[in-house]
T-cell receptor, first 114, second 112 residues
Framework: EPEVTQTPSHQVTQMGQEVILRCVPI?????FYWYRQILGQKVEFLVS????????KSEIFDDQFSVERPDGSNFTLKIRSTKLEDSAMYFC????????????FGPGTRLTVL | GIQVEQSPPDLILQEGANSTLRCNFS?????LQWFHQNPWGQLINLFY???GTKQNGRLSATTVATERYSLLYISSSQTTDSGVYFC??????????????FGQGTTLQVKP
């Protein structure tokens, strides 16, 4: 069964460093998403991406965040200068269509900023 | 924006018991999904159910879209059912970008 994969599973970084979280969505899916979950809290939407463009982003997704589909299979989230409050679980998801369509989530990357 | 409220926030069951988790939402939705977050933090898709009823083994779900709620039933609970259950919705007539809004979750503990 096809699944969304994410690497790394756990990333530890120093405050101010850049990190890139990687995702491989399901191959025939066209819509891609990033969500995050701070420990003990609910899952929050960060950004949706379609046709090589951001289609919607949340207030959390400020200038330090960027997303990219560098090739036909990968989807990345870059955080330019990490802050302590960026420590969270980051989930990638994908779907065939945007509406009336199930989103499939990857296993997550746990980011720890020291 | 749309509000998603889950109840109860916490639930403790004895193994073998049945339970019902509820998700209320404040507006019409395109999408409603139930997830189980396991102890490793992974979000496991349980149901995609914007309306109607579905069953998968010991789990079933019903969404009454006109009344803006969804129910997740767990029968004959097992210790492996422990974890956090999230409901997530996409508001209808929104930007149609697929943005899911999650509830706060129900934390279930099943005791042996």
């Amino acid at each position: 069964e096809p699944e969304v994969t994410q690497t790394p599973s756990h990333q530890v970084t120093q405050m101010g460093q850049e990190v890139i979280l990687r995702c491989v969505p399901i191959s025939n899916h066209l819509y891609f998403y990033w969500y995050r979950q701070i420990l003990g809290q609910k899952v929050e939407f960060l950004v949706s991406f379609y046709n090589n463009e951001i289609s919607e982003k949340s207030e959390i997704f400020d200038d330090q965040f960027s997303v990219e589909r560098p090739d036909g299979s990968n989807f990345t989230l870059k955080i330019r200068s990490t802050k302590l409050e960026d420590s969270a679980m980051y989930f990638c998801a994908s779907s065939e269509m945007a509406v009336y369509n199930e989103q499939f989530f990857g296993p997550g990357t746990r980011l720890t900023v020291l | 924006g749309i509000q998603v409220e889950q109840s109860p926030p916490d639930l403790i069951l004895q193994e073998g018991a049945n339970s019902t988790l509820r998700c209320n939402f404040s507006d019409s939705v395109n999408n409603l999904q139930w997830f189980h977050q396991n102890p490793w933090g992974q979000l496991i898709n349980l149901f995609y159910i914007p309306s109607g009823t579905k069953q998968n083994g010991r789990l079933s779900a019903t969404t009454v879209a006109t009344e803006r709620y969804s129910l997740l039933y767990i029968s004959s609970s097992q210790t492996t059912d422990s974890g956090v259950y999230f409901c997530a919705v996409e508001r209808k007539y929104s930007s149609n970008t697929g943005k899911l809004i999650f509830g706060q979750g129900t934390t279930l503990q099943v005791k042996p």
